[in-house]
């Protein structure tokens, strides 16, 4: 693990494959967090926790200095947050990332955690020289409009963009952020 910014209590560090190896048990609890709040994070449910587990070990595989990125966030040396910066395959669109798996755990949510994860990975987007960062989640709920609070621009919605864990398909909300 590469520190990244201390706040609060809160330490954020960059998250190396062999650090997600290690962590990946509780890496897979944030996404069982995220499942039980009605949030998919790109897997369809019902998410057992080994399958939440493989998830992060592929994650693990995925990334690189350049083009994906997954910073953690440590609250007392635990692993309780997470966001991964992935930049665009596109030649034309190398200046522009997407931010995935953004999820704080549970129990520690509305504590800054989050708020601390993307000014880091917006920090960390710059240095990458990145110039816009972009994402999606599901529409009209808490996960939504934390991004309007933190500075991101809403671009609007697409309809049955996503299917929540219970099944049912919802409209995503679209943001973006210039640096």
Same mark, same amino acid.
Request: proline share 3%; aromatic share 6%.
């Given at each position: ?7 609060g209590?809160?330490? +954020? !560090? ?5 650090d997600v190896?290690?962590?990946? @048990?509780?890496?897979?609890? $944030? *996404?069982?967090? %995220?499942?039980?709040?009605?949030m998919?994070?790109?897997l ?20 690189h200095p ?32 997407? +931010? !995935? ?6 129990d520690?949510?509305?504590? @800054?955690i989050g708020r601390? $994860? *993307?000014?880091? %990975? ?17 529409a ?6 934390i991004?309007?609070?933190l500075?991101?621009?809403r ?9 929540r ?13 210039e640096?």
């Amino acid at each position: 693990m590469t520190p990244s910014r201390r706040g609060g209590v809160t330490t +954020i !560090v960059e998250l190396h494959a062999a650090d997600v190896e290690a962590a990946a @048990g509780e890496l897979a609890q $944030l *996404l069982l967090d %995220a499942h039980a709040s009605g949030m998919a994070l790109g897997l369809p449910g019902p998410l057992l926790r080994e399958r939440a587990v493989e998830e992060w070990l592929a994650t693990a595989r995925l990334l690189h200095p350049r083009d994906r990125i997954m910073l953690g966030a440590l609250v007392d040396d635990r692993l309780v947050g997470t966001v991964q910066i992935v930049r665009a395959s596109a030649a034309n669109g190398r200046h522009r990332a997407e +931010i !995935v798996r953004f999820a704080i755990r549970g129990d520690l949510r509305g504590r @800054g955690i989050g708020r601390e $994860l *993307l000014e880091a %990975a917006a920090d960390r987007a710059r240095e990458l020289e990145l110039s816009l960062l972009w994402l999606s989640t599901h529409a009209d709920t808490s996960s939504d409009r934390i991004y309007e609070r933190l500075g991101w621009r809403r671009v609007g919605v697409i309809p049955r963009y996503a299917a929540r864990p219970d099944g049912e398909l919802v409209g995503n909300a679209f943001y973006y952020l210039e640096l």
